[in-house]
């Protein structure tokens, strides 16, 4: 594949980071990987899930110039980026990627080929949702060069996928795994959503077993939230929805953790369930604080080479998005530089969610926070209760403290004055 260094003619070259004035950043430079994820904002869905707040619009007109718009800023960020590191991970989410065309995944597909070094991708990943597929296009999807696919479930009940307004049928949600088995995809996640008001534990028990049964290799399984500025938060503001109880959420996911593991699979994230092997690689890019490209809108990116590090994201709007594309302006919503602390705050959050954990050694190399010094009596009270492992050379979560892992999080994180 080859790398087109040339520039961008949209506009300035999106500036990179400073090479790092601090000493001990000089170690990040070799301990980063140095590959990087690219993620595909596709913003379009059929209908509008009553629990989701991520960025979508239901049209039904043309793709076309969204995608046109997206392989310009793909060029754009690839006159800066592409040359520092090749590309291990593609990952198409959204929204629903699944309402392309074929014709408009290759089109994307070929502009990442023609500006990023993509010949060591590890993994590429396309969301999909079951109702819109069928063999012809998996098969040509696999011939793309996709390799994983990500499907939305969330429930094979009727009652359970009328409640969250998804749009396809158990029928559907039953039929999607082994189409795609036929069709060459062998690397499969299926999410599922449990806490649904007045679902009872039975049924989530059930959409678990109907995943073993159909030997869906990886699960990625998330509590209902109420998210702001949602159908389901007007429903529970109304009062017509209870809102999600704590200790029916508890009950789920420890039910979750012990129905998943006697089945094989391993609890390796706090949603994230995987067979040996079928761990998601793009994923773990934002676990590990891996540089990674978004594109479209709402899509976000992390890039670090140096002090700061950068964090940006797009706008949430498909329609300025593509003018401002149009005009050779930046869509950028969020921008922000982040120094050694920030960034050691926020790994502490991420690697507390895995069940590696975080790691002491290398976390001080990194960050230069040594938590033994830093956090020493907060981390034995932790042990104490039980929330954390005895603590050696690393920091890792029981099942009592996945439980409570956000308010672990702020506990280690809290100035300790
Ligand atoms: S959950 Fe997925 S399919 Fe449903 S509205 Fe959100 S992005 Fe679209």
Redesign the pocket.
Known sequence: MRINAARSALGSPIPLPSDGSASRCRFLIDLVLLVAGLYLHIPF?????S??D?Y?VTTRSSHTSFVEALCVEIEHYAATYAAQEPVETIYFG???PSLLTIDEVQRILDTIDLHFDTSNVLETTFEL?PEDVDHTYLVQLRGLGVDRLSI?IQSFFADDLAFMN??HTPEEAAAIVPMARAAGFENLSVDLIFGLPDQPLEYWGANLQRAIQLEVPHLSTYGLTVEERTPLARQVARGLVRPPDEEVMRERYQLTLDVLRGAGYEAYEISSFARPGFRAVHNRRYWEHANYLGFGPSAHSFWWKGLPARRWSNIRNLRRYEALIAQRLQPLDLNEHLDLDDLADEYLMLRLRTSEGLDLDAYETRYGVDLLVSRVEELARLEANGLIEPVRTHVRLTDAGRHLCDHITARLLADPD
Request: proline fraction near 0%; charged fraction near 10%.
């Open positions: 869905c059929s209908q509008r899930c629990y989701c991520f979508f959204g929204g629903t949702n939305g998804r749009s």
